[in-house]
């Protein structure tokens, strides 16, 4: 079962957008993490916050994380064409043996 | 240095049959484990190695085992295969620890099953 929720399912911007994912989950956590997946290849761990941070900058993304609500969202901003991926929010559960995932947002970024 | 490997990159196999399919990790990580995404069930978690042990299993029938080895490379074996193993494999290592809970998991760039 995955932990959480994405949403949008999906999010179609023009470059030099900001594009905003959000992720909610169900239990508590010790971290939350954000992948990338480019059509169907691997995953790339984009950023981690912890429980105790509120916010995180990363670049062009940043991620927030409110754990009264069980809430993430990550925020790219200035989009670019190679942004185009799929984005997925992660818990580490069983002391991080192992992580469940969200079920992704797909952001096509038009140039 | 170099990231996780695995093989093969795709592989068709027929019903019935048995796969094995191989990650290494980077070198120095001690912690792999495996994931199985489909378009259906999204990324489903497998299970996890730590120095040669299995720490933790997800749910899935018994055709899918694993194991690793003294060097922290690690296989997964699906036997008897079906038509909805179908799949995306990937594999991520970490150096275990706690570690990925300060830097996440470094992902492979997966092997694709294809059942037919």
């Known amino acids: 079962s995955q932990q959480g929720e994405e949403d949008p399912q999906a999010l179609s911007i023009q470059e030099g957008e900001n594009a905003t994912m959000n992720c909610s989950y169900k239990?508590?956590?010790?971290?939350l993490q954000w992948y990338r997946q480019n059509s169907g290849r691997g995953l790339v761990h984009l950023i981690l916050?912890?429980?105790?941070?509120r916010e995180k900058h990363s670049g062009r993304l940043r991620v927030t994380l409110d754990t009264s609500k069980k809430s993430s969202s990550l925020l790219i901003t200035a989009s670019r064409a190679a942004d185009t991926a799929s984005y997925f929010c992660a818990a580490p559960r069983d002391y991080g043996n192992k992580l469940v995932f969200g079920a992704g947002t797909i952001l096509r970024v038009k140039s | 240095k170099a990231g996780v490997t695995q093989t093969p990159r795709y592989l068709i196999k027929t019903r019935g049959q048995q796969v094995t399919l191989s990650c290494s990790p980077i070198s120095g990580h001690r912690s792999v484990s495996w994931y199985q995404q489909t378009p259906g069930q999204g990324l489903q978690f497998l299970f996890e190695y730590f120095s040669e042990t299995q720490r933790n299993k997800g749910n899935f029938p018994g055709r899918f085992s694993g194991r690793q080895f003294s060097n922290s490379r690690s296989e997964m074996n699906v036997s008897t295969l079906e038509l909805g193993d179908s799949a995306l494999y990937l594999c991520?290592?970490?150096?275990?620890?706690?570690?990925?809970?300060?830097?996440?998991?470094?992902f492979g760039s997966g092997t694709r099953l294809t059942v037919v």
């Open positions: 991520a290592s970490s150096s275990g620890g706690g570690a990925s809970d300060l830097y996440g998991y470094t």
């Open positions: 239990t508590s956590i010790n971290n």
């Open positions: 916050i912890r429980s105790n941070e």
